[in-house]
């Protein structure tokens, strides 16, 4: 047999035990498993990669049963809305959530709205991040994930954040506007001018140092209206809570808009 088609042979057989397995997982997840989650609705490009899967869903129809391990994952430009015994979540672009049990999602990366209603006594939902875990009672928070740094912003309730590895956190505050010194104009001219060269970098650089120091913590309870922004700087945990800035204010109200 010529070798040309020996190859084109072997890369068939190939090819044929790679299609035989997705079948295979595909249809295993396919066999009827507890939803504990819905789907309820999506925009743009939305995949779902069930727990046993090798691949997302090639057919998604909505509303879709989650069940446990289950994977959503959104593209540029595609946003979910799912549905869970404790409430709703809103999954941003570009971001990817786990469903583990009824009372666990896990943000793998991206932002989304969490909306929980109140729990019981003895429940509590947790939200996890690579980073954190949040537990909550009932409340409504915007939950932001990129590789080493968190970001949560409170806008009802109370929720506590501790890290996933337990470890303590240098928990800084930002000072009161009222603790900031007062700049002559010359001074607020040069200021400002001196912003509009370094942009963003310099922002980021005036929060941190009006943070104020206050304590190393293993769990910080977040109080409505305040954002906490967790990082690893210089082999150190630093958690810095702060007003909820503009940036994901705007994130948080155009997510909103999809809550039932």
């Known amino acids: 047999m010529p070798k040309i088609k020996e190859k084109h042979i072997k890369r068939g057989a190939v090819l044929a035990l790679f299609f035989i397995v997705s079948g295979v997982l595909n249809v295993a997840h396919a066999q009827p498993c507890e939803a504990i989650a819905t789907l309820q609705r999506i925009e743009g490009i939305v995949k779902v990669q069930p727990a046993q899967a090798a691949f997302p869903l090639r057919d998604l129809q909505i509303p879709h049963g989650l069940c446990a391990g289950d994977k959503v994952f959104t593209l540029t430009n595609g946003k979910a ?19 583990i049990q009824a009372q666990q ?8 709205v969490f909306e929980v209603q109140r729990q019981a006594k003895e429940q509590e939902l947790q939200a996890h991040t690579p980073l954190i875990v949040i537990g909550v009672k009932g409340t409504r928070f915007l939950l932001t994930s990129q590789d080493k740094n968190t970001q949560v912003a409170l806008i009802r309730g109370l929720i506590e954040v501790q890290r996933q590895d337990k470890q303590e956190m240098a928990y800084y505050q930002t000072k009161p506007n009222s603790d900031v010194l007062e700049l002559s104009e010359q001074e607020r001219l040069e200021f400002e001018r001196f912003v509009k060269s370094r942009g ?3 922002a980021q650089f005036a929060e941190q140092r009006r943070g104020e120091f206050s304590a190393f913590v293993h769990a910080i309870a977040l109080q409505e209206g305040l954002q906490l922004s967790l990082s690893e700087r210089d082999a150190k945990n630093i958690a810095l809570e702060a007003p909820i800035s503009d940036e994901l204010e705007q994130q948080h ?3 909103a808009q999809w809550l039932n």
């Open 200 to 202: 963003q970098e310099f």
């Open 253 to 255: 109200n155009e997510l």
């Open 105 to 112: 999602l896990n943000l793998d990366e991206g932002s989304a």
């Open 81 to 99: 809305l799912i549905i869970y015994d404790a409430g709703e979540l809103v999954l941003d672009n570009s971001s990817k959530v786990t469903i």
